[in-house]
């Protein structure tokens, strides 16, 4: 192994290859609070044409809150992968590792509450 520049032992990567990682990490976090805020807009609009054709509050209420939980659902899974970008590739000190490893657990929590916000039953339980 090289040793890096600040003094660390690792691989020595070209600048380029950072850089674009860096941008790609960049990319996957825009795209996921990107995904978050259209989904909050589309369970809103969903929210909002429910409620004008008639439909009863519980029933628009429920779209509305399965609508924004599978969004931010899918946010979370295009941040957890920047962060594993970020992290892992980019800078690979054990002190982010274990930062990483924190976050990947928060993430990971909020995305079960969210699964079982949208089924509305625990994931090994069967449907129906």
Do not use: C
């Not at 609070?33 to 519980?58: C, K, N, P, Q």
């Not at 909020?110 to 625990?122: C, H």
Request: glycine residues 10%; hydrophobic residues 55%; aromatic residues 10%.
């Amino acid at each position: 192994m090289a040793q890096a520049q600040d003094g660390v032992q690792g691989i020595v990567s070209p600048q380029w290859f950072e850089t674009t990682l860096h941008h790609i990490s960049l990319i996957a976090e825009m795209a996921g609070v990107g995904v978050i805020i259209i989904g909050a807009v589309a369970a809103v609009a969903f929210f909002v044409t429910g409620l004008s054709r008639g439909e009863d509050w519980s029933k628009a209420y429920h779209v509305l809150r399965s609508t924004l939980a599978r969004g931010i659902l899918l946010g979370l899974e295009f941040l957890v992968a920047a962060d594993i970008i970020g992290t892992v590739a980019i800078e690979p000190t054990l002190e982010n590792l274990y930062v990483l490893g924190l976050i990947v657990l928060i993430r990971t929590f909020l995305s079960f509450a969210l699964e079982v916000e949208i089924d509305g039953r625990w994931p090994w339980r069967k449907s129906g």
